[in-house]
């Protein structure tokens, strides 16, 4: 059960959706309903604000789509974490990116991602450091069981935001990491990387948990600028993919590592990726 929430202010019926819309948005982003909480009922909503269930829904809706709220069939409708609707617009406007917003964005998450090593060498508790271990130790599992990595990756980097302690440079992250999430995913279906990674990010949890800032900024700089070298590869090859498919013309491969299936599967993925947003 999420917390009771206090009532929300009638608002003028002369007002259309749109006002609807931006009240909503203020509860959120004042903090009256906090990330996690459930919403009231519709029927209540309409009951509070003195508008239509049409209208309502209308509002709520639109919240869904930028990605305030997550509507969960039998369960209800709740409020999503900030990183969620504030990365939203920014996946829209990712899509199709070129090289030097893609090279901004992972140079971005490197500066902040290594000071957070740090910072979480010198002020994580031994509960968070020990977090950070289980999701080594997941990775290893899903090595071991043939599985993607993608998900302990995800859960091995936001455990070192939260050792951290610093709720702003936290939520930086997640919105940068889920610009980066589908890049991350390719990258990770290169043969053996998978152990390569796992490498790198023993490495960083070793520094951190020996409470050794220097040496955890300096691992994960080297693990992130590493990412920047495979991400690069794997757009490079898509886009010559791509030419290549335009062209009908079969793609020259410029680098003996380069696979023509990871190539299919990114470029699929993206289609489907931008079928689904």
Known sequence: MGRVLKAVTPIPRTTLTAAAFEQLISYVVNGSWKAGDRIPPER????????????LREALKAMELIGMLDSRVG??????????FLSRPLLWAFTGTDHNELQDIMEARTIIE?????LAAERGSDE?????????????????????????DMAFHMAICNAARNEVLQNAVQLLRNLMRQWIYYKLLIPDVAPTVLKR??????????????????EMRR???????????????????????????QPARSEAKQ????????????????RER
Request: aromatic letters at 2%; one cysteine or more; proline letters at 3%.
């Open 259 to 274: 696979s023509p299936a990871l190539v299919s599967k990114a470029s699929a993925g993206l289609t489907t990726s931008r």
């Open 75 to 84: 369960d209800g409708t709740f409020v999503c974490p900030r990183t969620e």
């Open 201 to 218: 990010h023993l490495a960083i949890y070793r520094a951190i948990s020996s409470r050794k800032p220097t040496t955890a900024r300096s």
């Open 128 to 152: 968070d450091i020990a977090s950070i271990g289980q999701a080594v130790q997941m990775m290893r599992d899903s090595i071991a069981r043939g599985d993607s990595i993608l998900e302990a």
């Open 114 to 118: 290594e000071n957070l090593a740090g």
């Open 44 to 55: 209540e909503l309409c009951q509070q604000l003195g508008i239509a269930r049409t209208s």
């Open 223 to 249: 693990h992130l600028q590493e990412t920047i070298r495979l991400v690069t590869q794997v757009v490079e090859q898509r886009e010559t993919h791509q030419a290549g498919a335009r062209s009908g013309q």
